[in-house]
């Protein structure tokens, strides 16, 4: 099945709906509802300011090229209402009581900027050439232009957080409304005209191009075959093939008046007219599309202009139908052509500066000394050499690092390196570890550090002779000269205190309050521990594990246990003094599980019973990591506390918090309020747990608000993980919680680790995200740390660097293993370095561009207002897309938004960033669910990003029963769904199966057991069982997603047109979001309009 072709008919997003219980119809005309937010972005519609726009006196035409299209717009007379995006106050799925309403593929844009170059000089009348044919109107939007010509530079343009930028809301997208627009008095209507340069010649009259076609102007790339007619129902777009140049342009639309004149070859018979609105619609500013109400800050129709909509009279024909989805660029299409170029060959990684296959193909790596990029990912791999040409592009130089990342079965794990008592062979300057990239020089008695130059004696030991060229001849036998990533056994020199340190110690601390005893948590916890204990992390081949095990339970006090192996059952010590918190007892707290067996089970058994009859509402929670961390120290060992705990702590003790929900605050400039922590308490307490190397890992179990931004900061700083469970029931959430808790008990972590990142002269690293705590500015310290979590840097000039040595980054970490071991882990990464903008941009990663820009925004609504984040996100999106049509496009009209090829998706992204819960909030979202999110992505990699971001949506009737292969994606849009379907949709922390109303019998019979559709229970969180090829493959499938995410992922049964579909359809990011945000085509669009006025 061609991934992007159209769905079966499906009834219209824009008709008369039911509305459902809970859910506000979207805004109109410009006016938010009673609830709905309006949208983001101003009006897309008139001139860019102080300019005149004027018509093409014909179609000159610049090579058709892909892009995203023209938007369409026209205006309704004063008075009347625009219409929302899902028709009059309706959003319903299926067929209306009303008459049905033509409805125009894909969301409407916010209204058109003339897509033409702006230019200064009276408007002049001139005639129409012929009306163009849908074939070319698709050729005109879904062409591809290539080019490399390089113009002069755009100013640089500083990024941070200043003042909002000014953008007047409008309404997002208008269905029919079958009126003529009008214009001010005495005024020609706007035209757009051709394309040519600014100030350019009249140009020449032609005919409309026929055909869509790929050219390539600059690179000699090579011409595909053009399409001669429409785009037939399920046929796809063609994205541009690999070997052509650097991207994607869109050509200037035509303008069109009903009533002129037509001359030349007649089109194809257009569309009849819906019978429910007469007349026809009116084209405005040279585009393809119905017409539009009055927008906010533009000027409406001039006073008393006549409605002609409500005047009955004969059908007249629609214009052609606007824009098709598919002639914008598809990440589905980006991700499939990637997989089918880059994934049956290895990724090696012996040249400078490769960018790796995208995160979502599968491909093997081969390390022949730059690191995987399972473990560095860069924002560019191709960096400017001077700083003045970074603050021109504005892309950020940053590097998403994954030291600890679990690798595939067929690639090895690093090496280890034992240097002895001596240790690792590090530069005296800038104590950079032996790497590739050293110079040997003086015949091997010395070499030359890569990092700052400096030239370092070889020890005697290490000495060995040079071939030829320069190379050591053992250069291949040793790891640290031949490999990108290995790692040094460290000596007791980098250990504390100059000692090797214990084994760490796992501490289990359960919360038995009232809440916890009433869900089964407790229960099924101890039930669990039980057996998990078998399955604690282990190094190598040892045949059990190193770590040792303690256990306190608490609600207003703490019961310490003592599990000793000599004793017959286990004894419990109580402190209820929370506000000096000590451990009272050393000897049989922390044991060995093989040794204490028994006792344990006993310990285990009895909880549950012991607090059976609990009324203890009240908890506590500072003291409970203060206690586990004192006992760590007296210990004398790192390690990590696992918490499980219930609500608000409001008990008297240190770290008491009380209920500060205000969701007033949301859209206010104290809204950041909600996102900081109540008290600094628990920034002075993660502060000592990271001296002592102890990671809190905190699993919640909320009924109601317990304040996560809050509770999540000692976790965050100590480099442990949050796991929340609203409104827990054991028989609804038990397989998701017990799964996450066997994978985090079980998962290597490297504790009491520091890392820091290195670089060659001329790029420092200045900024660091992810959940770590810095006691100053070049060193990540990390409690625990493992293979799940990245910290990602940004790296800034503080010289020129140098085309032909390229620059060099070194991590270096340095952690304490599970078995107890001190060990250095080193990946190193050479770049290369450019002089000229179209090589970054063409080495340039949009996933991980993503990923950093999304961190960036969660740190900075901590400190500004989320509509200032937002626009600086946008602001830097559209100074980087302007950079590059400025400088590396060839020259074309204003009018064609032009995007590098490898950052064609950059816009879709950064609008589903835009429009995720932590920026901007349904009114379903909570705030602990947005302190959460928020929390969680700032340490996520980028193919969890990428997924997170943009969710899969998988059909799984289309692809055959027997095929072993996952069913190709679809785009994350309602279009995209057919009610005779099911689709499966992921985003690394929700499932959902979705289940047309059309669905065959026979399937549902399949996958539910269950005759018809109307029996299907909503919301069902399990598949059943059955034996038959459907349901086997169906889940299979779940259990295979399941296992590529870092968290269980937990399933919802959705049914088309049942009330939990709001929640499945707040994941088809392309579509516009309840809570306001813009669709994909009308976010392309607004950066258009962002892009041409930067340029203006």
């Known amino acids: 099945m061609n991934v992007n072709q159209s769905a079966p008919p499906l009834p219209p997003f824009g008709q008369s709906q039911p509305v459902y219980p809970g859910y506000h119809p979207s805004s109109y005309g410009g006016q938010p509802g009673s609830t709905a937010p309006p949208t983001p972005y101003g009006a897309y519609n008139g001139p860019v300011p102080g ?29 009347q209402a625009a219409y929302g995006q899902f028709g009059q106050g309706d959003v319903q799925n299926g067929p209306s009581s009303t008459v049905q309403m033509q409805r125009f593929p894909g969301s409407q844009p916010f209204g058109s900027v003339p897509l033409a170059p702006v230019v200064s000089q009276p408007t002049v009348l001139q005639p129409y050439g012929p009306p163009p044919t849908s074939a070319q109107v698709t050729a005109q939007l879904a062409g591809m232009q290539i080019s490399g010509a390089v113009a002069p530079a755009l100013p640089p343009v500083g990024l941070g957080y200043g ?19 009008s214009y001010p008095q005495g005024q020609a209507p706007p035209l757009s005209q051709a394309q040519g340069h600014l100030g350019a010649q009249p140009p020449q009259r032609s005919a409309p191009p026929q055909a869509s076609s790929f050219t390539s102007s600059a690179s000699g790339g090579p011409r595909m075959p053009s399409m001669t007619g429409p785009l037939l129902s399920g046929q796809g777009f063609g994205g541009p093939s690999l070997s052509q140049p650097n991207h994607v342009s869109s050509p200037p639309p035509q303008a069109l008046l009903p009533g002129t004149q037509m001359t030349g070859p007649p089109g194809p018979p257009p569309p009849m007219h819906s019978s429910q609105q007469p007349g026809y619609q009116l084209q405005q500013n040279g585009s393809f599309g119905p017409a539009r109400g009055p927008q906010p800050n533009y000027g409406s129709s001039y006073p008393g202009a006549p409605t002609f909509g409500s005047q009955p009279g004969p059908p007249q024909p629609l214009p052609p139908k606007r824009l098709d989805p598919d002639a914008i660029p598809s990440p589905i299409q980006v991700i499939e052509d990637d997989r089918n170029n880059r994934g049956s060959e290895p990724f090696v990684t012996g040249v400078r500066g490769q960018v790796p296959p995208l995160v979502t193909t599968n491909f093997l790596v081969k390390d022949q000394g730059n690191a995987s990029p399972r473990y560095i990912r860069c924002t560019s791999y191709n960096i400017p050499c001077t700083s003045d040409m970074a603050k021109q592009a504005q892309v950020p130089l940053a590097a998403v690092i994954k030291p600890l990342a679990r690798l595939p079965p067929e690639e090895a794990s690093p090496y280890v390196v034992d240097h002895g008592e001596s240790g690792p062979l590090r530069c005296n300057r800038c104590k950079a570890y032996m790497c590739p990239f050293m110079q040997f020089v003086e015949g091997g008695r010395r070499f030359q550090c890569c990092f700052c130059s400096c030239i370092n004696d070889v020890p005697p030991q290490y000495f060995q002779h040079l071939d030829h060229t320069g190379k050591r001849v053992d250069a291949y036998d040793r790891p640290e000269l031949s490999l990108g990533s290995y790692e040094f056994l ?64 608490y609600n207003k006090v703490l019961h310490f246990y003592n599990v000793k192996s000599s004793l017959a059952q286990p004894q419990m010590m109580v402190v209820s003094d929370v506000a000096d918190m000590f451990v009272p007892l050393l000897d049989g707290f922390l044991v060995n599980v093989s040794e204490s067996r028994a006792v344990i089970t006993s310990l285990l058994d009895q909880i549950p019973e012991m607090f059976a009859d609990t009324r203890e509402t009240e908890t506590v929670f500072a003291p409970v990591i203060q206690a586990g961390m004192e006992a760590l120290k007296a210990a004398e060992c790192a390690g990590k506390l696992f918490l499980f705990h219930t609500s608000l702590p409001i008990a008297e003790a240190p770290g008491k918090l009380k209920n500060r929900d205000d969701r007033k605050l949301i859209n206010t400039d104290k809204e950041k309020t909600l996102f900081q922590p109540q008290t600094g308490a628990y920034q002075t307490l993660a502060k000592e747990c990271v001296a002592q190397g102890c990671c809190v890992d905190l699993f919640l179990f909320p009924n109601q608000y317990v304040d996560v931004a809050t509770l999540s900061v000692v976790p965050q700083l100590t480099g442990g993980s949050v796991y929340k469970y609203a409104c827990f029931q054991v028989e609804n959430d038990q397989e998701r919680f017990l799964s996450d808790l066997r994978r985090d008990v079980q998962k290597v972590v490297g504790f009491d680790a520091v890392m820091r990142v290195r670089t060659s002269t001329g790029i420092r690293a200045v900024d660091f995200f992810g959940a770590f705590y810095m006691s100053n500015t070049t060193d990540v310290e990390l409690a625990g740390l493992d293979g799940d979590k990245t910290v990602t840097v940004e790296f800034k000039h ?8 390229g620059a060099l980054l070194q991590c270096a970490l340095l952690y304490t293993s599970c078995a107890g071991q001190r060990r250095l882990r080193i990946h190193n990464l050479a770049l290369n370095c450019c002089t000229q903008l179209a090589d970054l941009y063409r080495n340039c990663e949009t996933d991980t561009l993503i990923n950093y820009m999304a961190k960036f925004a969660y740190r900075g609504v901590l400190n500004s207002p989320v509509k200032t984040v937002r626009d600086t996100l946008i602001t830097q999106c559209a100074q980087i897309l302007a950079c590059y049509r400025k400088n590396c496009a060839s020259p074309s009209s204003a009018g064609q938004l032009i995007l590098p090829e490898c950052m064609k998706l950059l816009p879709v992204y950064l609008n589903c960033v835009l429009k ?101 229970t909503s919301g069902l969180s399990v598949l059943p069982v059955l034996d038959n090829p459907l349901s086997k493959k169906v889940r299979g499938l779940i259990d295979s997603l399941r296992a590529q995410r870092s968290r269980y992922m937990k399933l919802i049964v959705v049914k088309q047109e049942d009330k939990l579909e709001m929640l499945f359809k707040h994941f088809l990011v392309e579509d516009k979001s309840l809570s306001g945000g813009a669709s994909y085509v009308d976010f392309l669009c607004h950066m258009h309009k962002e892009i041409r006025q930067l340029l203006s």
Do not use: H
């Not at 760490?504 to 057996?531: H, Q, T």
């Open 163 to 181: 003042p909002p930028t000014s953008l007047a809301s409008a309404s997002g997208s208008f269905p029919n409304s079958g009126l003529y627009g």
């Open 490 to 553: 460290a000596t007791v020199d980098y250990c504390k205190n100059n000692k090797f340190p214990s084994p760490p110690a796992f501490i289990f601390m359960i919360d038995v309050s009232y809440n916890a005893i009433r869900s089964g948590l407790v229960r099924l916890l101890c039930e669990e521990l039980k057996s998990l204990l078998d399955f604690l992390p282990r190094e190598g081949g040892a045949e059990e594990s190193a770590i040792r095990v303690g256990f306190v339970t």
């Open 798 to 805: 503080d010289d020129r660097l140098n085309e032909e040595s």
């Open 916 to 1016: 995720s819960d932590v920026l901007q909030p349904g009114a379903e979202v909570t705030t602990d669910d947005r302190a959460y999110v928020r929390q969680l992505v700032t340490s996520m990699d980028v193919a969890e990003t990428n997924v997170f971001f943009y969710p899969r949506l998988l059909p799984l009737t289309k692809s055959p029963i027997e095929s072993a292969t996952k069913p190709p994606a679809v785009r994350a849009s309602e279009e995209r769904l057919s009610n005779g379907d099911i689709y499966l949709l992921e985003n690394g922390l929700n499932l959902f199966l979705w289940v047309g109303a059309s669905v065959q019998q026979g399937v549902v019979q399949s996958l539910f057991s269950v005759s018809s559709f109307s029996q299907i």
């Open 51 to 79: 300019c005149q726009q004027t018509p093409p006196p014909g179609v000159s035409r610049a090579p058709p090229s892909s892009e995203a299209p023209p938007a369409s717009t026209a205006q309704a007379p004063s008075g």
